[in-house]
């Protein structure tokens, strides 16, 4: 049995700026933090005449062409696997639908695994831009690149997003101290809220392709904010981090109606009145994860398991997409 994991993913700063609608004509940039929180696929032959795949659904096919779940048939038809002996299963530590990148670490862990399967090697950049490959340009998701390619790469990774389809990956230049204690003082809960990435990055698509001012000038100062906590973490200053984090919040609200509602809101001035000196809601929006930069972790988990909000502890993951 071959078992690939892909890690899951919390956006730092300027996540917005690698949708192609935006980085293509103005150049994008984030920064993102692989979380040691993941999703998993596994596959196998089988003596069985059929294709077997085991998610949130049970599917007994014939031919790849028969298959319903877009991801895993794209995958199979570039990869030229056409089966019919194989099992695919795939379970994950976190729910899709939280503002993680399940989708993006999903299509990466079912790639290495498919590359494994023909025994070949699949470079960490060659992996997130099939992956890119599949969900923009075959499958016409409005979404970005940066959940494959940090699922790929893993880490503290900066990504800078070319107009020319590119994308420049380095690791963050910051001490191993300062990591240490960004990922000590990160603090994330779940609003409960679950949707599709796609269904709240539509409205930001549509308006950045019609070169929507308003839309343009708020990505423009969410790609800066995204340079500033690259440097900002880079020299240490932890502090000033969640303070960009706030306006980086104040300006994602203002690119979709369905970014946030009145209880999202709420507990996000319960997290700022509980020693949060910043803090967002990962991924479109909508629903998901809130995640928090506090000094003052003991005050602030208090606040929130008096509120029944349910934490999930995170932590960096340097090892990128794998095989176990």
């Not at 077997?52 to 038809?77: C, D, G, M, N």
């Not at 003991?298 to 095989?323: H, N, P, Q, S, W």
Request: proline letters at 3%; aromatic letters at 8%; a neutral charge.
């Amino acid at each position: 049995m071959i078992i690939a994991r892909s890690p899951l993913r919390i956006s730092l700063g300027g996540g917005g700026t690698d949708l192609p609608s935006y980085y293509r004509e103005h150049g994008g940039f984030v920064l993102s933090a692989a979380i040691t929180q993941y999703v998993y696929v596994t596959m196998q032959r089988t003596p069985l005449k059929e294709i077997l795949l085991r998610y949130s659904q049970i599917e007994r096919v014939k031919t790849v062409a028969e298959i319903r779940h877009p991801i895993v048939r794209e995958a199979l038809k570039l990869t030229g696997i056409e089966g019919p002996n194989i099992e695919i299963s795939t379970l994950a530590d976190i729910p899709a639908g939280t503002g993680l990148g399940s989708s993006g670490s999903f299509a990466t862990a079912l790639l290495k695994a498919l590359y494994k399967y023909k025994r070949n090697f699949i470079h960490p950049r060659e992996l997130a831009e099939t992956a890119c490959h599949i969900e923009i340009d075959l499958l016409k998701e409005p979404i970005g690149k940066q959940d494959q390619f940090i699922a790929s790469y893993g880490g503290v990774t900066a990504f800078d997003f070319r107009k020319d389809d590119g994308v420049d990956a380095r690791s963050l230049n910051a001490s191993e101290e300062t990591l240490d204690l960004l990922e000590d003082n990160l603090v994330m809960v779940s609003t409960g809220y679950y949707r599709a990435a796609s269904s709240v990055l539509k409205e930001q698509d549509d308006r950045s392709k019609s070169n929507d001012k308003e839309m343009i000038d708020n990505l423009h100062r969410v790609r800066e904010l995204g340079y500033r906590t690259r440097d900002v973490i880079e020299s240490g200053n932890l502090t000033e981090f969640g303070h960009i984090m706030h306006e980086h919040w104040m300006h994602k609200k203002k690119r979709s109606s369905a970014m946030t509602n009145p209880e999202i809101d709420s507990w996000y001035e319960l997290a700022l009145a509980n020693g949060a000196i910043g803090g967002k809601l990962i991924g479109a929006g909508g629903g998901g994860f809130l995640l928090f930069y506090t000094e003052e972790k003991g005050r602030l988990r208090a606040a929130f398991r008096k509120a029944g909000l349910m934490e999930v502890k995170l932590g960096f993951d340097y090892e990128g997409t794998k095989i176990l």
